[in-house]
């Protein structure tokens, strides 16, 4: 069962690597809703907070990376708004 969350963890995870890369290349977030990765943000962070309380570890990794992807792409979006 834990292959299955970290093969989850690992597509989910890494599918944000790209946009927040182009982000902080081309410092362009005119295509980024402010207020879906504001939510988005929060819930990755909610979701992170859930994984430390159950002590699941693809859960936390995962959540953790992501929320780093999210917050930056989030902070670019703010600045360049």
């Given at each position: ?8 963890a ?35 962070l ?7 309380m ?6 936390i ?10 917050f ?10």
């Open positions: 069962m834990q292959f299955i969350g970290w093969i989850a690992v597509l989910t995870t890494f599918s944000f690597l790209p946009q927040a890369i182009k982000t902080v290349r081309d410092k362009n977030t005119s295509g980024i809703s402010l207020s879906m990765y504001s939510m988005f943000t929060s819930g990755v909610l979701w992170l907070i859930y994984g430390v159950i002590k699941d570890i693809p859960i990794t995962a959540n953790f990376v992501t929320f780093i992807f999210a930056i792409v989030l902070m670019m979006k703010v600045k360049y708004k």
